[in-house]
Every structure is written in C-alpha cells, then in structure tokens.
C-alpha cells in the first residue's frame, strides 16, 4: 500500500498523507491568525456576483482581484508543496500539474459567480466537478498534470480546516431543540437510508456515503465519510451531483409546501434545515420562508454540522475495525484500529474544539470566516482533480439507478420524518 501512494518509508520527514493534511490544516489556522484574518480567498463579484458583460469588466477591473488570486496561489501552493513532501511522495511534475489545477478552481469560481447560478443555490464544487470532467474525458491528461491532481491530499486538508468553522457555543446558544432534532433526524434518516440502500444491493461502501450525505450535511458529510472510509472516488463525484442537483427543486418547492400547508415560519424553517443538504441552497430556502424562517433553517443546518465530526470519528472506527481480513475472522486489536483510522478526523475535531473554547469567541469568528473560504478552496481542488481523474466510461460502468433510487427513497423519508420533528419540536413542545 505504501508503494502504491508513492510513500517511502526511509525519508525521516514522512509522516504519511493523513497527518501531513493535519500539519498544514494547523499551519495555515495560525498563519491567518498571525496575519490579522485579512487573507481571503477571490470573489468574483461578491455576495451579487455577475450577470452580463459589464459585470464581467467590472469584476475584473479589480486590482484587489488580481492580488487575492495571486496570494491564493501561492499560500496553496507553498501548502500544498509541503503537504506532498511531508506525505513522503515525489514532487516530480506536481508545481506545474498543481498550477494548472489552481487555475481551473479560479475559472469554477466564476463560473458560479453568475448570479443566475447563485440564486440556483448552484456551489462552486459542482463546477469544479464538471469541468475537472469535461477535460478529462475530452484530452488524455499529460503525467504532469496528474501528478497536481492530489484530490485526497486537497479533501483531508479543507476537512480538518472546516472543522474549525463548526462552533459548539453557536449551537448551544441558538436553543436546544435545534440540537435535539438534529441528533433524532441523523440517528433516524441515516439507519434508514443505509439499510434501504442494502436492500437494494447497494454495496456498504456506496450506502455509508449515501447515509450521510442524505442524513447529516450533504456535500460536507460525503466528502468525510469518503475519506474516512477511503471511499471511491468515482462513487464520492456521483452522490455529490445528485445531492446538488435535489436540493434546487427543494429549495424552491419547500417553502410553498409550508405555506399550503399552513406551517408557522418556525416549524417551515427547521423542517427546511434539516432535510436541504447543501447551505446555500438552505440560506436561500429561508429567506423565501421570511427572517424567522431563517434564522431556524440556519439554526438547525448548524446543529447538523456540529455532528458531522461525531459521525465522522464514529464511521471510522467502525469502517477500521470491519476493515479484517480476508477470512473475516481476524480480531482486530486497538493498535490495528488506530493505525487504520483517518487522522484528519482528529484534526477536524480537534480543529472545532479549539474555535470552539479556546480562542476568543472574536478571534474564533474572523478566523473561521477565513478558515470556511479555505476549505471550500481546497474542495474545489480536490474535486478538479476527481473529475480529471475520472472517465465517463467508469462512471457510466457504475450500477448508477440503484444508489440513485435509494438516494431519492432516502430523502423522502428524510423530508416526511423531519417535518414531524419539526412540528412536535416547534410546534407542540416550543
């Protein structure tokens, strides 16, 4: 397996790709901090993003633009430089493969500045995803371009960053029902959706992905469960698409279904943040709903992140102890466990911790402002280089209806067992 990843074991600065995605998630957390939280990554218009060819020179008529993609380029970079060579592989092709890789993450971020596409609720990492994609299955990719495509590398690093995003106090301070609904509805939806997906023969790699991605966060919780389980990649690309892709018609059908029904704007909002997997399309569900319906769509979308850590840490010991041998019948000791177990998980848990109560809740909030724009950066790398990685032929050799059907079985009962929740929590009891 070491050969495989390229690792060698005599170089003293290895210390494999898991722990180096953890050293340079904490690197870049205390560099922000040094520099004052001023580092951000580019904006492409801002909050409005742009809709014609005046926005488009106005966009680009920005000097602030062209410096921000250019310290971008260069902190991810250096990061990522260090990050190969403290995961012990060769640096070989990987600056140059890396900097056309960086540059394909800018163009997906204007792509999805169109504020046709964001007001779709559209993310960055769907872009990313097609176009990493299309040059893939259009070109045959040269070894040094593959050699920049270090999509586990880029997800293991954004991952332990993003945990420090996810603040325990928010949550706490925000009410405990949010908190209670979310614990009930991931319990529930996730045991269901893995346990229809294995009814329809879905293999326990594919359920556990879908699992998540339908119970816990969306796109967030496919990426750390695929890493926590080293999960298929291919596999990882394809929930990924649907999740995006359903949650548009829920984020505009939703909120009219509330008000047919009749749902005060408090039970509509934690029924719509508990059941929309992507944040911005949960953001943008809310506001439709009004400012209460927001704030608890928003309420109980935060109170599903702070348990993606928890989950994350419990797939992963459950994956590194099911993960025996060939017979089955090996037991498997705590030191196989360990050495098993996906230490960016640490990283991401340890990473909320921190923000959580031991920074200065100021610090802790203009740090992870910064901290949440890395992370969906090094998503956006990591997901260019899947689908650079990735040939239609393989996807199109997937048994893609069956995780398709239970994904959709999935959510329905996620929508139909939340709003019950919601209402019991919001309405009965609140």
Not at 7 to 12: D, E, Q
Not at 28 to 35: G, M, N, Q, R
Not at 148 to 155: M, N, T
Not at 222 to 250: C, E, R, W, Y
């Amino acid at each position: 397996m070491a050969a495989e990843n390229g690792i060698s074991a005599r170089k003293p600065w290895n210390m494999g790709e898991d722990w180096a995605s953890v050293a340079i998630g904490f690197t870049l957390i205390v560099f922000v901090i040094a520099a004052g939280y001023t580092i951000t990554t580019p904006s492409f218009g801002g909050k409005a993003g742009w809709n014609d060819y005046t926005g488009i020179v106005n966009v680009f008529n920005s000097r602030s633009l062209f410096i921000s993609l250019l310290s971008t380029l260069l902190i991810f970079g250096v990061a990522s430089i260090l990050g190969v060579v403290l995961s012990g592989k060769r640096l070989k092709n990987f600056i140059t493969g890396f900097i056309v890789v960086c540059l394909l993450a800018f163009l997906a971020q204007f792509l999805s500045s169109f504020t046709g596409f964001k007001n779709l609720g559209l993310e960055t990492v769907i872009f990313s995803l097609a176009l990493g994609l299309l040059i893939g299955n259009l070109v045959k990719l040269p070894g040094w371009l593959k050699a920049g495509a270090q999509s586990e590398f880029y997800v293991k690093t954004g991952l332990v960053l993003l945990g420090s995003t996810i603040l325990f106090g928010d949550i706490l301070s925000a009410g405990s029902f949010g908190l209670i609904q979310a614990v009930i509805v991931v319990v529930a939806v996730w045991y269901f959706t893995f346990w229809i997906a294995r009814k329809m023969k879905v293999d326990d790699e594919f359920a556990t992905m879908l699992a998540s991605g339908v119970s816990i966060c969306g796109v967030s919780a496919a990426i750390a469960t695929a890493g926590a389980i080293n999960g298929d990649k291919k596999k990882l690309s394809f929930i990924i698409s649907i999740v995006l892709i359903v949650a548009i018609p829920m984020m505009v059908l939703m909120p009219a279904l509330a008000k047919w029904i009749g749902l005060s704007e408090m039970v509509t909002g934690a029924w719509m943040g508990g059941t929309i997997d992507t944040t911005g399309a949960v953001v943008a569900a809310g506001t439709i709903a009004g400012e209460t319906g927001l704030k608890y769509a928003t309420i109980v979308k935060f109170s599903q992140n702070v348990l993606l850590g928890v989950a994350a840490f419990l797939i992963s010991v459950y994956w590194a102890y099911r993960s025996k041998g060939e017979n089955g019948r090996e037991r498997v000791s705590l030191r196989v466990i360990w050495e098993r177990f996906p230490k960016f998980v640490l990283g991401f848990i340890i990473a909320s911790l921190v923000f959580s109560f031991l920074l200065e809740p100021e610090t802790a909030k203009s740090t992870g402002k910064v901290m949440k724009s890395f992370a969906n950066f090094w998503f956006n790398l990591a997901f260019i280089s899947i689908g650079l990685e990735t040939r239609f032929a393989d996807l199109k050799a997937m048994d893609s209806k069956k995780p398709l059907y239970a994904f959709l079985i999935g959510q329905t009962f996620n929508i139909i067992f939340t709003l019950i929740i919601a209402y019991l929590l919001f309405h009965v009891l609140s």
